[in-house]
């Protein structure tokens, strides 16, 4: 056990993080294309969370809050490089050159679809469906995006729509 | 597929997309930041080795001319070479607390040694300048006092070679006092940027 407060809270924040990895690689790839912006994204996340974890006071889930602070950086980081992400190295994982690679292949390309699909939506819509794809309800989503639950169920409501065409139109022209 | 279904069919694809995450665990510079403290840690302990030596080396010799020629020269000399060293050692090892070790295992303890040495750096290296002044000062005094009374001490200090030579080794180190002021405050200023940035904190140290 940390015997100190400062060990305490890094103990605390690796955990965090480790636990929710995921959650947020899958965020910052939504947001950011390019393999070295996405680091740089998920390092100034891992600070932002790091500062604002002596503040946490369990008012909602850790996961709802790591997720509002990993929103807000990425929003912030969008605007300071004024949308001009590069679409380079768009592609989450390298393929795969195992046994039954093309199955693999197939499989993550239908899940590299719904991020591309995810990206393609208009921003306001991109951030909550990304928030509901973590399996954040409406009031989590609402707390982490700041805006009322009835505007999350619109909001959500009109990027499954969106999200639908998306899909089909890869579907249609991959066959 | 009902919409609800048809969420729960893209919440499980999205929450395999990504089996190979990033390391969240613990941000990559803090653990090559965490590392190259250690390794300068080591590396100290091994700098003690050339003190050490030219402590033993120096005073040894001092005191062991002192010993086998009790001339008030060697007297002197040997008198003075321990109180420098003493007051060196004292000075060093003054500067040098509370710059072995974290106080402990996290990043800003890390960050706070990092600092600690940089600024204990800063002040052994002015402390060096004001050292090797004051022993070129009294050891040039001791000497014209035992060998070359005869001569006016600004004849002395300019005629022989050898006090020359030591004098222009305070020009070259304030020199080089400089520079590596220079370097360490910039380090500095980058430690304390990390600091704020890490911890927003911009007050003294814990």
């Not at chain 1, 369990?58 to 980081?77: Q, V």
């Not at chain 1, 909550?128 to 954040?136: P, Y």
């Amino acid at each position: 056990v940390p015997a100190d407060p400062q060990s305490a809270l890094e103990a605390r924040l690796q955990r965090l993080l480790s636990a929710n990895q995921a959650a947020l690689r899958r965020m910052v790839a939504s947001y950011v294309r390019s393999p070295e912006d996405q680091k740089d994204l998920q390092q100034e996340i891992a600070l932002a969370v790091w500062r604002s974890l002596p503040g946490f006071r369990g008012d909602c889930s850790e996961k709802t809050f790591l997720l509002r602070i990993a929103h807000n950086r990425c929003l912030t980081f969008l605007q300071s490089h004024k949308w001009s992400v590069s679409l380079e190295g768009s592609r989450l994982d390298p393929q795969d050159r195992q046994p039954h690679a093309e199955d693999r292949a197939l499989r993550e390309e239908e899940k590299e679809g719904l991020l591309q699909a995810v990206r393609d939506l208009p921003l306001i819509y991109r951030e909550i469906m990304l928030l509901a794809l973590e399996g954040l309800d409406y009031r989590e989503i609402s707390e982490v995006v700041g805006i009322s639950e009835s505007n999350v169920g619109a909001r959500l409501s009109r990027a499954r729509q969106q999200l639908r065409q998306v899909l089909e139109v890869r579907r249609e022209q991959r066959y | 597929v009902s919409k609800d279904i048809e969420l729960e069919q893209w919440r499980l694809s999205w929450s395999q997309m990504d089996e190979a995450a990033y390391d969240f665990a613990e941000p990559k510079w803090t653990v090559a930041f965490k590392a190259g403290l250690a390794a300068q840690s080591r590396r100290r302990l091994w700098g003690m080795l050339a003190p050490v030596m030219t402590t033993a080396v120096i005073g040894g010799y001092l005191l062991l001319r002192a010993t086998r020629s009790a001339s008030w020269l060697n007297i002197a000399s040997a008198i003075e070479g321990g109180l420098f060293i003493g007051v060196v050692w004292t000075g060093c090892l003054w500067l040098a607390r509370a710059t072995w070790k974290p106080l402990s295992e996290s990043t800003a303890a890390f960050l706070d040694l990092a600092i600690r040495r940089a600024k204990a750096n800063l002040a052994t290296a002015r402390l060096g300048l004001s050292l090797l002044s004051g022993q070129l000062v009294v050891g040039t005094l001791i000497e014209w006092i035992a060998s070359h009374s005869s001569q006016h001490i600004f004849t002395y200090v300019t005629s022989s070679p050898f006090v020359v030579w030591q004098w222009a080794a305070i020009p070259t180190y304030v020199l080089w006092l400089f520079w590596y002021g220079r370097r360490h405050r910039n380090n500095l200023q980058r430690l304390f940027e990390l600091r704020r940035q890490l911890l927003g904190r911009t007050g003294p140290l814990s």
